[in-house]
């Protein structure tokens, strides 16, 4: 015959591991929820930062307007056409390029210059720059997609 008194404690200790049992599937739920929430905001972030970089980028390659006439704000590299004339963060980025030992990609550029590079929305538009002064002929562009200086 079996002990009332323990089949009492093993009842009891059955409902307690029942009771801790649906806490922690509540909790699990509940981490699960936030965890999905939080996949969901990260690919809007990256979309919305994707997409604001694309529109600034469009806004930098677009020409000014100087007297009513459409003017490019990063000039063919012509004679009489100094650095100067570029954008300041355009001579930034030259200057960075310029410095280092060799040929650059862009993530290193991007060190220099203090932009966070393990982001992509934030690599992709001075990427987009590098290849911009290098259609200009500010930069040569070499088939590897390192940049470096022309002579």
């Known amino acids: 015959m079996l002990d009332p008194e323990l089949l009492e404690r093993i ?11 649906e806490q922690l599937a509540e909790q699990l739920a509940e981490i699960r929820a936030e965890r999905d929430e939080l996949a969901v905001a990260a690919k809007v972030l990256e979309r919305m930062s994707e997409q604001l970089a694309g529109e600034r980028a469009s806004a930098v390659s677009a020409p000014g307007q100087v007297g009513g006439q459409a003017v490019m704000l990063i000039p063919h590299r012509g004679a009489g056409v100094e650095e100067a004339t570029l ?24 060190e220099v210059l203090g932009v966070d ?13 590098l290849v911009r002064l290098a259609d200009r002929g500010w930069l040569r562009k070499l088939p590897d997609g390192r940049f470096t200086t022309r002579l």
């Open 11 to 21: 009842t009891a200790r059955r409902a307690e591991l029942d009771g801790l049992e």
């Open 87 to 110: 954008p300041p963060g355009y001579q930034r980025i030259l200057a960075a390029v310029r410095q280092a030992a060799g040929p650059v990609m862009a993530r290193q550029v991007g």
């Open 117 to 129: 590079v393990s982001v992509r929305a934030k690599l992709e538009p001075l990427r987009g720059k």
